[in-house]
């Protein structure tokens, strides 16, 4: 079984930052995509970043570009999501993914991502 378990959430105040964590087993951290996405209530999952197993690769939605760095640490079996200059608006649930194909703009897609995480809450308050 492929388990992928975030943690880093909670509560801080706009402006704060966090970094989120997702420990993976051996098995999914060797695929060649890591994905963070989110999910408001009574909103779709969003893709947030994503990182190639290399790290050569990243990429960001257009809301968090500048504020957020996605990384890695392979001998940790690690992905991380620093999150800086947060706003209301960042307020969600946070999911790791991992998918089995190397992806760049189609690892923008929940569908293209073949195990995920639990999720860790992120609010932020004004």
């Known amino acids: 079984q492929v388990q992928l378990v975030e943690s880093g959430g909670g509560l801080v105040q706009a402006g704060g930052s966090l970094r989120l964590s997702c420990a993976a087993d051996?098995?999914?951290?060797?695929?060649?995509?890591m994905g963070w996405f989110r999910q408001a209530p009574g909103k779709e999952r969003d893709f947030v970043a994503l990182i190639s197993r290399s790290s050569f690769s990243t990429s960001y939605a257009d809301s968090v570009k500048g504020r957020f760095t996605i990384s890695r640490d392979n001998a940790k079996n690690t992905v991380y999501l620093q999150m800086n200059s947060l706003k209301p608006e960042d307020t969600a649930v946070y999911y790791c993914?991992?998918?089995?194909?190397?992806?760049?703009?189609?690892?923008?897609?929940?569908?293209?991502?073949?195990?995920w995480g639990q999720g860790t809450q992120v609010t932020v308050s004004s």
């Open positions: 051996g098995r999914s951290f060797s695929w060649p995509t």
């Open positions: 993914a991992a998918s089995r194909n190397y992806y760049t703009n189609l690892g923008r897609e929940t569908k293209n991502y073949d195990s």
